[in-house]
Structure formats: C-alpha cells, structure tokens
C-alpha cells in the first residue's frame, strides 16, 4: 500500500505477521505518522489491526524513509515474543530461571541486545544451581555465592552428563562475553546462546527422563 505525508506517496509492504499472535495475517490498516527516527531518519509510525479471531490485537510498526517514494519494515514497536519451550522439569524447578529467560527475551525482543545476552547468562546460572540443588540438598548454601564456572567444573561427574556439562561450559562462555568487557567468541552471538540453552534444556529432560525409567520401571517378568 501507499502512505501519504503532505502529498507525498511512500510504498510499503503490508506487515504479513502479527507481533502478538505470530499468526501470517492481512492486517488492517488503522492510522499512520511521520516523525524523525533515531539517526535523524524520516520514519513512519503505522498502526494495524490482526486480523486473527482470537486475537484482533492493535500493533505498531515502523518504516523508514530510504529512497524517494518508498519505505522498508525496521521494526515492531510492540508485541510479545515467542516463548521458547521449556519442558516439564524444568517448569518445576522452584527456580527464577524462566522468568529471568523471559525478561532476557522481552529485553533483546526491545531491541536491548546488550542488556539480554547478560539476562541469558543470568538465567543460565539460576537453571545450574537450582538444578543441582534440587538433585542434592546438601550443595543448598554451599553453592550459590561460587563461580559457576567452577560450578560446573566440580558437578555433573556423572558420565552420562558429560554432554550436559560440555553444553555448559559453552553457554557459559557465550554468556560472560555478553557480560564483561572483552568478546572472545567473535563468532558466535545471542542466537548461539539461545540455542545452547535449549540444548541444555532438552539434554536435563533427557537425562531425568532415562533416570526415572531405569529406576522405576524393575522387571516383573517371571520367566
Ligand atoms: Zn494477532
């Protein structure tokens, strides 16, 4: 469609997905405002509706100005990320891992990159010392003040966490670049982090799940 600001037209693709929903959708057009963006840029604020039944939510999204008579997408103003999964044990953990994750998520879906990849390692920390706490009450009040790194390092003996704890020092890595000073992974960024913390959370389901079948389920055969 076209955008008109004092007799000028400016093209621009509809938005095809609902920041709210994540639904592919024909959005109705509302209302529109240009303004100056952040370099200065001319900028159009544009107001939609989703079309989606069950959600019908009001979204903001912005354009800018780059060639005469034409404006691309930069950004959602609004709306809510994708929730990754996270499995049962997880959930069950009396722990701040997935509202720390989440606020991380909101942070880096705000566009605050720096301030989300140190959301990610922080989660990362509550998701390793209250998982270890919850398998071993006695490391309660031993482990919390320590390094995770040497918390990791000293835990998950197990060979059968090897995978989990070599998962663990890498996301650990990842996350204190997006903490301290100095970068050392240049190659590897928030989406890396992101992916090796879901690997982290699908190989601790993995292992509990074994866990629970060996132990639980003996042989009743009788032959
Ligand atoms: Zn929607």
Same mark, same amino acid.
């Given at each position: 469609m076209y955008l008109t600001s004092e007799n000028h037209h400016y093209s621009i693709e509809n938005p095809?997905?609902?920041?709210?929903?994540h639904r592919g959708i024909e959005p109705i057009f509302i209302s529109s405002a240009i303004g100056k963006g952040g370099n200065n840029s001319d900028i159009f604020c544009t107001v939609w509706r989703c079309t989606f039944k069950d959600c019908k939510r009001i979204f903001v999204a912005e354009y800018t100005v780059? =060639?005469?008579g034409a404006a691309i997408f930069t950004k959602f103003l609004d709306g809510t990320p994708i929730e990754p999964h996270f499995p049962e044990i997880i959930v069950k953990f009396e722990s701040k891992f997935i509202k720390t994750y989440m606020q991380a998520l909101q942070a880096e879906n705000l566009g605050l990159d720096e301030i989300a990849g140190m959301g990610y390692r922080k989660a990362i920390e509550y998701l390793v010392k209250d998982y270890l706490i919850q398998k071993d009450q006695n490391l309660e009040g031993n482990i919390?003040?320590?390094a995770l790194s040497n918390v990791i390092d000293q835990n998950? =003996?197990?060979?059968?966490e090897n995978d989990l704890k070599d998962l663990l020092k890498r996301a650990t890595w990842l996350g204190n670049d997006m903490t301290h000073?100095?970068?050392?992974?240049?190659?590897?960024d928030i989406e890396d982090l992101k992916n090796l913390i879901k690997l982290v959370m699908d190989e601790i389901h993995s292992i509990e799940q074994k866990r629970h079948y060996i132990t639980n389920l003996q042989n009743k055969n009788k032959k």
């Open positions: 095809s997905i609902c920041p709210h929903c780059n =060639t005469p919390e003040d320590l998950f =003996t197990d060979s059968r000073y100095l970068k050392y992974h240049e190659n590897f």
